[in-house]
């Protein structure tokens, strides 16, 4: 079974179970647990690439969510990469959905909230994206 995501991604049924049940962690520590009461209080969610719905610059992404408003935003922790209507913007912005869209990836993340959007450390095989962004001259560290 096939479902249409709002950025025009094609999603598996599995796919988008395996990750709700990921996604319901992340929501739970962010939302329900008081990070300064539990500050080891972290989550570890593999992330298979066909539920990244969009990217919205070299440092921030959205994985599909089952509840309003149907995605939930990830900051790469550790990067800054160029804003919108900046020199280098659609580059890493390219470099980040390439990236992604490669194979599964893990999102850590305690918790911590930026502008919307959860802070977390993007990884594959022991190797960041925000290392591989700096590496290709798409970002700075932070």
């Known amino acids: 079974m096939k479902w249409h995501g709002r950025y025009g991604t094609t999603l598996d049924l599995a796919a988008i179970l395996i990750v709700a049940v990921g996604i319901v962690g992340l929501i739970c520590v962010t939302f329900l647990i008081p990070?300064?009461?539990?500050?080891?209080s972290c989550l570890t969610v593999d992330?298979?690439?066909?539920?990244?719905?969009?990217?919205?610059?070299?440092d921030t992404f959205a994985v599909f969510n089952l509840f309003p408003p149907g995605y939930v935003k990830i900051r790469v922790q550790g990067v800054n990469a160029p804003e919108r209507n900046t020199l280098g913007f659609k580059e890493a912005r390219q470099f980040t959905a390439d990236w992604l869209a490669q194979?599964?990836?893990t999102i850590e993340t305690c918790g911590k909230h930026t502008f919307e959007r959860i802070e977390g450390v993007?990884?594959?095989?022991g190797k960041t994206l925000a290392a591989a962004l700096i590496q290709?001259?798409?970002?700075?560290?932070e």
Request: hydrophobic share 50%; aromatic share 6%; charged share 20%.
């Open 103 to 105: 194979r599964p990836f």
């Open 136 to 141: 290709a001259g798409m970002a700075k560290e």
């Open 122 to 125: 993007v990884s594959r095989d």
């Open 35 to 40: 990070v300064a009461s539990f500050g080891a």
């Open 47 to 58: 992330i298979p690439p066909q539920v990244v719905v969009g990217v919205m610059d070299g």
